[in-house]
């Protein structure tokens, strides 16, 4: 069955970087889009960035500080956060879209604070 399983995340300074990965497992993943979206508790889990056929969309919040990529040999998507923020705080989900089917995977807690 499909699999998405992220990696990466992590306490760090505001100012700092992470690199989130999600390794996918048990789909034809170059015929996916994916993408990560972010959870706070109480409120809706947010779009962060997507990634589909080689175009790419950010939140305003992330724009020229988040870098969505794939390695579709490795069927991996990064997600590379730079100049992170106290309020970058929270968990985040990678997800794989491909027609109806939408999966997610479990999830990584990011916290930036001092």
């Known amino acids: 069955q499909v699999q998405l399983v992220e990696s990466g995340g992590g306490l760090v300074q505001p100012g700092g970087s992470l690199r989130l990965s999600c390794a996918a497992s048990g789909m034809v993943f170059r015929f996916y889009g994916m993408s990560w979206y972010r959870q706070v508790p109480g409120k809706q889990r947010e779009l962060v960035a997507g990634?589909?056929?080689?175009?790419?969309n950010y939140a305003d919040s992330v724009k020229g500080r988040f870098t969505i990529s794939r390695d579709n040999a490795k069927n991996t998507v990064y997600l590379q956060m730079n100049s992170l923020k106290p309020e970058d705080t929270a968990v985040y989900y990678c997800r794989a879209d491909l027609g109806m089917a939408v999966y997610w995977g479990q999830g990584t807690q990011v916290t930036v604070s001092s």
């Open positions: 990634i589909s056929s080689g175009s790419t």
